[in-house]
């Protein structure tokens, strides 16, 4: 694969920031008034962390994603930006409430919650997971709440717990190709063990909608990223993201290609050919993605409204 890419735009160096990725900080009224209420609560959403330029429409549009149990990751996978360290911080039990409140006052009516690895614990932080969608739940049953979790080291019990809570939606990500996860991702992680987690999920609850993302301008081929697809639907994925993946610092994986939106929308149109229920795939799509989650609000909302059968 060329480290050049010619797309619909013209070519771009990997060192070069393409046009289609360079967009406004956002800011304005909604940000300002839903950040303070975030840091009266002292919390934070991987929007704000990651300096994501989706904030101020997701917000609006009443998504978020916040990242509980702390901020420092046990795991250090080369692409992720986040602390890590073998023992992560205390867990706030005051957490899910505190949570579930900005929620109510944020006036969200699609939740997403990521969190840290937590291989420090005896669950993996599962059960603080599954509280937080079930406080969030309390508040207001219609609110729909997106589990975006690690893998808990395939074990069935954590995902089990994590289920417990009432998710609408189980997302976990494989993030990249077969051939680059030992580069890309933690040792402790693995691209079968990613998949295995996404089947166990649908196996235990098929009712759940199971999501993944899958980053691109690693390296991967074209080839590779149909055959990733192929792996996430033999395991009854329901939705996939596709986004660019972009170097948080010089410590990190370097960027090998910074692929077209032409690019992204052709793996959009294979992937819903190979039967996804819905793909958001362009260069600024990150695995919290307002497209499919308005997409999977809607569907979940529909299916909720269905008449019973006696």
Known sequence: MSNSPKGRFGRVTPGEKPGWLKVPRPHGETVQR????????????VCEEARCPNMGECW???TATFMVLGDTCTRGCRFCAVKTNGKGQPV?????????????????RYV???????????DGGAAHIADTIAAIKRRDPKILVEALTGDFQGDA?????????????????????LRLTP???????????????????????????????IMLGLGESEREVDQTMDDLREYQVDVVTLGQYLRPTLKHLPVREHVSP?????????????????????????????????YIAGMLERRNAAPTEI
């Open 60 to 62: 609006a549009g009443g």
């Open 92 to 108: 706030d039990s005051a957490e899910p409430d505190k949570v579930a409140d900005s929620v109510v006052a944020m006036g969200l």
């Open 183 to 213: 580069r890309v991702r933690d040792q402790r992680c693995s691209y079968v063990q990613s998949l295995e987690v996404l089947r166990r999920a649908k196996e235990l609850n098929p009712g759940v909608v199971t999501k993944s993302s």
């Open 112 to 122: 997403v919650l990521t969190m840290v690895d937590r291989d420090d614990l005896d």
């Open 34 to 45: 839903l950040t303070r209420i975030l840091r009266d609560r002292d919390l934070h959403t």
């Open 157 to 177: 019990s954590k995902i089990q717990r994590v289920l417990d809570g009432g998710p609408d939606v189980f997302a976990h990500n494989v993030e990249t190709v």
């Open 262 to 294: 032409a690019r992204f929308k052709a793996h959009e149109q294979r992937a819903l050919r190979k039967g996804f229920l819905y793909v958001a795939s362009g260069p600024l799509v990150r695995s919290s993605y307002k497209a499919a989650e308005f």
